[in-house]
């Protein structure tokens, strides 16, 4: 695949383990787990799904031991377990024979002999394996074809393809959204975030009136004054140093400096 391909699938997962992340915070009814969130991660990766008993298993064979498998269970606690199936499904769904056995009844109280890992690690394991995966190597061209894709989407006032080649372009440079307390209703803005209340450069977009700007300022994000500036940039009331179409190949020079450091 593209870079633009591989960055594109990198965001999907990174919503979807946030969209996961997000359901793991307890509630009055205990954690619920964003099962169909988790559950489409899981299907991109290595795991391979198998119900046993009343549970959801995703199962990956360990390559260095034949007898043993890294075992997700998907469930409020997200365990990741290294052990055999049927040691599993006893500890989490044992039958009454099976709780009889004083040896079994240590084992379904303390896991922790074979759990890897749990809940959010769990699921930042699976989004780190994933990501590793994508072969997001930068080259100028593909670079600039993503630039290219934006520089007609913004010619052709189309503001979905704008908002797509700019987040991908942020993503290349690390480059985050801007706060939402400085953030003007009508714009989308990217940039650097350095040390605390600092934000720039930065990229700003405003759809309605089709105005791209960059700006490889360093602003203040307490001061009032940033806010009014980000303001005048949106409505055109305020000039930035690169405007229109020549925030493309700014934004590529910039990219391909990073990844060359």
Not at 170 to 183: E, G, N, Q, R, Y
């Amino acid at each position: 695949m593209s870079l633009k391909e591989n960055l594109i699938k990198k965001r999907e997962i990174e919503k979807l383990a946030l969209r996961v992340l997000a359901s793991l915070k307890p509630t009055d009814t205990g954690v619920k787990v964003n099962r169909q969130a988790m559950r489409q991660l899981l299907s991109w990766s290595q795991y391979q799904r198998r119900d046993e008993r009343d549970l959801e298993l995703w199962i990956k064979p360990d390559e260095k031991d034949s007898e043993k498998f890294y075992i997700i269970v998907l469930d409020g606690e997200l365990k990741c377990y290294h052990t055999t199936i049927q040691d599993v499904a006893m500890r989490k769904s044992p039958t009454v024979k099976e709780m009889v056995s004083i040896r079994n009844a240590i084992k379904i109280l303390n896991d922790k002999d074979v759990v890897v890992t749990r809940s959010s690690e769990t699921l930042q394991a699976l989004k780190n394996d994933l990501i590793s995966k994508l072969d997001l190597r930068v080259t100028r061209k593909e670079v600039e074809q993503i630039a290219e894709d934006g520089r007609q989407a913004l010619e052709n006032r189309y503001p979905d393809g704008v908002i797509e080649a700019l987040e991908l372009l942020a993503d290349l440079l690390a480059w985050k959204p801007a706060p939402d307390s400085i953030t003007p209703d009508h714009c989308r803005i990217w940039g650097k975030t350095g040390r605390p209340d600092s934000f720039g450069p930065f990229v700003l977009y405003a759809p309605a009136k089709g105005r791209l700007v960059l700006s490889e300022k360093s602003l203040i994000v307490k001061d009032p004054e940033t806010a009014r500036l980000l303001e005048g940039l949106g409505n055109g009331k305020e000039n930035a140093a690169t405007e229109g179409q020549k925030v493309w190949p700014k934004l590529c020079d910039l990219i391909m400096a990073r990844h060359r450091d």
